[in-house]
């Protein structure tokens, strides 16, 4: 190989792997951040389901309109974060219809235990049945907050994957590169 053709060919092979791997990190960067949106959504989910839990334990305590109202507004911004969230991969949505599913669950036992204290009746069968209701709204909301970190933890370690798996190939082009200089 002349002495020209090997000039060329180191001037071209930076510029190619150069090329090579900024296109690469530019999707990676797209990818990466729909991974992170995945992770606020399973969080703001989280988040949601606490505060929704506190203002349930609030209601149960004192039964009062306020902590009423106001789970029932939360309640509605969880909907609406639920409708709008979209997942490509089939087991990520599953798990998303699970929580919009039990999601929609809670509001019926929420609204059957508000009904339960405003019913007048006997006290027994009314505090039985409340004790059930409690029981089943804080039941549908740990297996929310477990699907949400469920799906929080799979976009933690696909990143992390896409991550290691980056910087493999920057680092095997680093090495090609080298190799060609030498040779």
Same mark, same amino acid.
């Given at each position: ?40 959504? &399973? ?7 606490? %505060? ?39 087991? %990520?949505? @599953?798990?998303? @219809? ?9 509001? &019926? ?36 907050? &477990? @699907?949400?970190?469920?799906?929080? %933890?799979?976009?933690?370690?696909? %990143? ?24």
């Amino acid at each position: 190989m002349k002495i020209k053709d090997r000039l060329q060919v180191i001037a071209i092979l930076p510029l190619t792997l150069a090329l090579m791997i900024g296109l690469i990190m530019y999707f990676t960067s797209f990818y990466v951040h729909e991974l992170q949106d995945k992770g606020k959504i &399973s969080k703001a989910i989280s988040k949601g389901m606490f %505060e929704l839990n506190i203002l349930a334990y609030e209601y149960m305590l004192h039964h009062e309109e306020r902590p009423q109202v106001q789970w029932q507004q939360k309640h509605s911004s969880l909907t609406k974060l639920l409708s709008s969230a979209r997942f490509k991969r089939a087991e %990520e949505r @599953d798990v998303l @219809d699970r929580i919009r599913k039990n999601h929609e669950d809670i509001k &019926s036992l929420f609204s059957q235990l508000v009904a339960n204290h405003k019913r007048p009746g006997v006290a027994a069968v009314s505090l039985e049945l409340r004790k059930r209701l409690e029981g089943q709204l804080l039941v549908k909301a740990q297996f929310i907050a &477990s @699907d949400a970190s469920q799906i929080a %933890e799979s976009s933690h370690m696909e %990143e992390m994957n896409i991550h290691s798996k980056v910087n493999l190939l920057i680092l095997v082009s680093v090495a090609i590169l080298a190799l060609a200089v030498a040779a």
